[in-house]
């Protein structure tokens, strides 16, 4: 049922245009994925919410390549593994970090929850200081 929410989101962004759309469920114990290829097929998947499943999620996510990621919001399950998904694909130095991390032999959702954690400490930071987002910003652990 859950990929079924997930499906009708990507079918409502990808109509608008012929991109390629994925939408993500988010449980605390299951992930259900569904990837829309412009405007032909649906794929669905579903993934145990654990280092497993984020990996073979990731690795999907990978190969689609899709030009847009629609979270469902399931209870706030979402907040936290949007920013953290968007920082890990977009913000070199939190994908040099979550590298670091599972390269050391740590858990993919454990690298994860990491790069969340580093993300809400800097954006502390900036509000505490009354800073903007610096992209040159440099931490300890770099």
């Given at each position: 049922?859950?990929?079924?929410?997930?499906?009708?989101?990507?079918?409502?962004?990808?109509?608008?245009?012929?991109?390629?759309?994925?939408?993500?469920?988010?449980?605390?114990?299951?992930?259900?994925?569904?990837?829309?290829?412009?405007?032909?097929?649906?794929?669905?998947h579903h993934f145990e919410n654990d280092s497993e499943g984020i990996t073979q999620l990731?690795?999907?996510?990978?190969?689609?390549?899709?030009?847009?990621?629609?979270?469902?919001?399931?209870?706030?399950?979402?907040?936290?593994?949007?920013?953290?998904?968007?920082?890990?694909?977009?913000?070199?130095?939190?994908?040099?970090?979550?590298?670091?991390?599972?390269d050391r032999g740590k858990a993919k959702k454990t690298a994860l929850v990491a790069c969340?954690?580093?993300?809400?400490?800097?954006?502390?930071?900036?509000?505490?200081?009354?800073?903007?987002?610096?992209?040159?910003?440099?931490?300890?652990?770099?």
């Amino acid at each position: 049922m859950a990929w079924a929410k997930a499906t009708f989101a990507i079918s409502f962004i990808a109509s608008i245009s012929a991109m390629t759309c994925a939408g993500i469920d988010v449980a605390k114990k299951h992930l259900d994925l569904a990837i829309r290829f412009g405007s032909e097929e649906v794929e669905t998947h579903h993934f145990e919410n654990d280092s497993e499943g984020i990996t073979q999620l990731e690795e999907l996510l990978r190969e689609a390549d899709p030009e847009r990621i629609v979270l469902e919001a399931t209870g706030g399950y979402e907040q936290p593994v949007s920013a953290a998904l968007s920082a890990t694909r977009c913000n070199q130095k939190i994908r040099a970090f979550y590298d670091r991390l599972t390269d050391r032999g740590k858990a993919k959702k454990t690298a994860l929850v990491a790069c969340m954690r580093k993300l809400l400490v800097i954006m502390n930071t900036m509000m505490k200081n009354g800073t903007q987002w610096n992209s040159e910003y440099q931490t300890s652990s770099t």
